[in-house]
């Protein structure tokens, strides 16, 4: 009978041990290593790893929370960015180190004036233990001033971290285009045949017709023309207050997260005193029942 009771008593250690194992939480680091590593804005980089793992954790809640509803209900409840980067968060494991690179950033060409004042989308890939796991974008939003992250599954256009170190994006309507000093080249292509569109037109000016003119302009610059103009813009937007804003609501987030995260600790450690509190009467009872046992076999 008391092999039973030994049996019982290692159980219960080993239940305390593995309960004591805290899971290592995976690691995300990030490096800027393109030529937009000049002007993009400290706080992009700082909070790009923050960015990431809320993102991965607010999937996984939708995912766990969904994940056996029907299709309507899943769709009318977990918003696109989130069911799109549903297959990558649910790749990552406790050990996993992710590494995010910083990219680039698409410089738009435009006539309106909030078009070019507004806060630029940088692109991060993302690596894990040294593998290629996806590429996403950090923008802030113009309306919360909040970092927001945004994922788009579509693959029709691979970055290739060595071979584009430097090259510059930019879109000129329905194109978007990454140049090298050796080379342009067209990766999106989703403009309408002639007369497929609304003529923009209005107090008998064709704005149409003077945005094709500056793109063409655009496209005559040289290479090194190019990288001014969109590094002056990068440039202005670091200065501006729209980061700062960001950066404060970002802290803001921050400890509203470890807030709630403090609680859950109060209540995972209450826990953990029951759980002691019980093992201890156990083993006090089975010490107990063992010294009965030996005063019997005495007498």
């Known amino acids: 009978m008391w092999k039973n009771y030994l049996k019982l008593f290692i159980i219960l250690l080993c239940v305390i041990a593995v309960d004591s194992v805290q899971a290592k939480a995976y690691t995300v680091k990030v490096q800027a290593d393109t030529i937009y590593a000049e002007v993009i804005p400290e706080s992009y980089l700082k909070n790009a790893p923050v960015v990431f793992k809320k993102a991965v954790k607010k999937t996984m809640k939708y995912y766990d929370k969904y994940k056996d509803a029907d299709m309507v209900t899943y769709l009318r409840n977990v918003p696109k960015t989130y069911r799109d980067f549903v297959d990558i968060a649910r790749k990552i494991r406790d050990s996993d180190e992710i590494t995010l690179y910083s990219l680039q950033c698409a410089y738009i060409v435009t006539l309106n004036e909030e078009d070019e004042n507004a806060p630029p989308t940088f692109t991060f890939l993302a690596e894990r233990n040294g593998k290629l796991l996806c590429d996403f974008g950090i923008c802030i939003d113009n309306n919360t001033r909040k970092f927001t992250f945004i994922y788009d599954n579509d693959e029709s256009f691979k970055y290739d971290r060595k071979k584009m170190y430097n090259a510059l994006f930019y879109t000129l309507g329905e194109k978007c285009y990454y140049e090298t000093p050796e080379k342009t080249v067209c990766i999106v292509d989703n403009e309408l045949p002639e007369g497929a569109m609304v003529k923009m037109e209005s107090d008998g000016v064709d704005w149409e017709a003077i945005l094709k003119k500056k793109y063409k ?12 103009e ?3 813009r990068l440039r202005n937007f670091q200065k501006g207050k729209t980061v700062k804003q960001a950066e404060k609501n970002m802290k803001l987030e921050l400890k509203d997260d470890s807030s709630g995260e403090e609680s859950d600790t109060k209540t995972s450690n209450s826990g953990k005193i029951y759980m002691i509190i019980g093992i201890i009467c156990v083993i006090a009872v089975l010490a107990g029942i063992l010294l009965v046992r030996k005063r019997r076999k005495q007498q």
């Open 217 to 228: 302009e655009f496209q005559k610059l040289t290479y090194e023309e190019k990288k001014n």
């Open 230 to 232: 969109i590094f002056n």
